[in-house]
C-alpha cells in the first residue's frame, strides 16, 4: 500500500488549502483514511478521518474550518482547510487504516505565514 499526498505550500493566515491523497495497492473497501500533521517539537496529532461509510471525526481546533471528503472508487480522501492559522502550520501525514494496519505518507509541509 502506497499514499500520494499533494497540496501543501504557503498561505497567509486567513487563506485556503486543500490537501488530496490517494492510496494505491491493495485497499480493502472497510478502511478509515484520513490526515495527522506534527508540528515542531510536538506530537503527531489527527486532524480528520473519514470512514469508508462516510462517519468523520475531527480534532476540535479545526471543526468548522476544515472539511475532509473521500471517494471510494478512487481510493482518494482530500481534506479541505479554510481560515487557516499560523498555528495550523506543520507537516501533515496522510493516513490508511485498515485490518488495525496503519499506513503513511510522506508528509506534505503546510506552512501559514504573513
Known amino acids: 500500500v502506497q499514499l500520494a499526498e499533494s497540496g501543501g505550500g504557503l498561505v497567509q493566515p486567513g487563506g485556503s488549502l486543500r490537501l488530496p491523497c490517494a492510496a494505491s495497492?491493495?485497499?480493502?473497501?472497510?478502511?478509515?483514511m484520513g490526515w495527522y500533521r506534527q508540528a515542531p517539537g510536538k506530537q503527531r496529532e489527527l486532524v480528520a478521518r473519514?470512514?469508508?461509510?462516510?462517519?468523520?471525526t475531527f480534532v476540535s481546533s479545526v471543526k468548522g474550518r476544515f472539511t475532509i471528503s473521500r471517494d471510494n472508487a478512487k481510493n482518494t480522501v482530500s481534506l479541505q482547510m479554510n481560515s487557516l492559522k499560523p498555528e495550523d502550520t506543520a507537516l501533515y501525514y496522510c493516513?490508511?487504516?485498515?485490518?488495525?494496519?496503519?499506513?503513511w505518507g510522506q508528509g506534505t509541509q503546510v506552512t501559514v505565514s504573513s
Open positions: 493516513n490508511l487504516v485498515m485490518l488495525n494496519s496503519n499506513y
Open positions: 473519514i470512514t469508508s461509510g462516510g462517519s468523520t
Open positions: 495497492g491493495s485497499i480493502l473497501r472497510i478502511n478509515t
